[in-house]
Nanobody, 115 residues
């Protein structure tokens, strides 16, 4: 059973940076379309960034130019480098992907941007 495990969330001041990590555990199946979603209190979950199976990197307009998604050297790992963080980036961030066409979600990691 594949599990996506996130790490790297925390509290940061506006303008600061954080790096989120996600690794798939429990299977050697390739995870594709790995990416990140976020959900702020009272709001719908939204796509932040994704690396598609074809290698394209897609970003939400609100984070373009500030966030960078990348694959790790290890198989089935993905990172989200978040720079110039804003208060409105505060949310629970979820790792997401597909394993054998089955949608997978991580448990979420809290990112709080506050002075």
């Amino acid at each position: 059973q594949v599990q996506l495990v996130e790490s790297g969330g925390g509290l940061v001041q506006p303008g600061g940076s954080l790096r989120l990590s996600c690794a798939a555990r429990g299977s050697m199946d390739s995870i594709y379309d790995m990416g990140w979603y976020r959900q702020a209190p009272g709001k719908r979950r939204e796509l932040v960034a994704v690396i598609t199976r074809g290698g394209s990197r897609n970003y939400a307009a609100s984070v373009k130019g500030r966030f960078t998604i990348s694959n790790g050297n290890a198989k089935n790992t993905v990172y989200l480098q978040m720079n110039s963080l804003k208060v409105e980036d505060t949310a629970v961030y979820y790792c997401h992907g597909f394993a054998r066409d089955v949608e997978k979600w991580g448990q979420g990691t809290q990112v709080t941007v506050s002075s």
